[in-house]
Structures are given as structure tokens and as C-alpha cells.
């Protein structure tokens, strides 16, 4: 009974569920990483959205004619989340599969069957939003 009433002392430290955290973070994540941007922009902080603008800019008519052919979207699924010094700021990981990826300006798009991101997320304004300080790169 003890450990049952000090996980819920625990985890009532963290500014807002868990589960607003990754469904937050899944919600960004099959926005992006099917290239629907402006549907991602309500997952970010105000700062990010120049990133994701940025990305909107550089798709091309190939790019757009890839994604059409491509039998489903990408598929999004939610790891590890650790939660950092403040409890204000975590990093969640995420595991996407089947994503169409273009890794340099000017280089045809391809399609990457499984890579790992991590993504920063920040508690403002009563809510989970993913910062972004740069375009989102796969672990290596």
C-alpha cells in the first residue's frame, strides 16, 4: 500500500499527465512525419514553428507525387519519456516506420523503414508542446 501511495506522490510532481505528454508527442509525430505540417503546428511552442514552416517550404511536386503513391503513412510509436531537472522539460522517444524522408536540400526523398527520434517537450501554458531548436534528426 506504501509503494502504491508513493508512485501517485511520485508522479503528481510532473506538470500534467503522462498521457497528455505522449499523446501530444504521437499527435506531432504522424503529423510530421507524413508531411502534414500545418496539422503539426498545434503540437509545437510558438519558437518551433519557423522549423516547421522551414520543412513546408522545401517540398516539391516530386515529393508530393511520392507520398501520394505510397500505400499507407507512416507509423509513429511512442518510447521511452524521461523527465528532466524541472519537471518542466522531457524528451520522449519515437520509433517511426515506413516514413518518406528527405535528408538534403536538393536530394530526391526516399522512404525509411524504421528510424528513432527524440523530441524535446516543454509544459507551457497548461499543455505538452514539442520544442523544436533545429529539424528533427534520427538517432544514429
Not at 71 to 91: F, R
Request: hydrophobic share 40%; charged share 25%; with cysteine.
Amino acid at each position: 500500500m506504501l509503494i502504491i501511495v508513493m508512485l501517485n506522490f511520485v508522479s503528481c510532481n510532473h506538470p500534467g499527465s503522462e498521457d497528455s505528454l505522449t499523446e501530444n508527442a504521437d499527435s506531432f509525430s504522424c503529423y510530421y512525419f507524413n508531411w502534414q505540417y500545418q496539422k503539426a503546428l498545434r503540437y509545437v511552442t510558438p519558437e518551433s514553428e519557423k522549423w516547421l514552416r522551414f520543412e513546408a517550404s522545401q517540398v516539391h511536386q516530386v515529393d508530393v507525387d511520392m507520398l501520394k503513391s505510397k500505400d499507407e503513412g507512416a507509423a509513429c510509436e511512442i518510447g521511452e519519456v524521461t523527465y528532466l531537472n524541472d519537471d518542466s522539460l522531457a524528451t520522449v522517444k519515437v520509433d517511426v516506420k515506413n516514413y518518406l524522408a528527405k535528408d538534403t536540400i536538393g536530394a530526391d526523398s526516399h522512404i525509411v523503414e524504421k528510424a528513432t527520434f527524440v523530441l524535446n517537450m516543454v509544459y507551457k501554458n497548461d499543455k505538452w508542446l514539442v520544442k523544436l531548436n533545429s529539424i528533427p534528426r534520427r538517432l544514429k
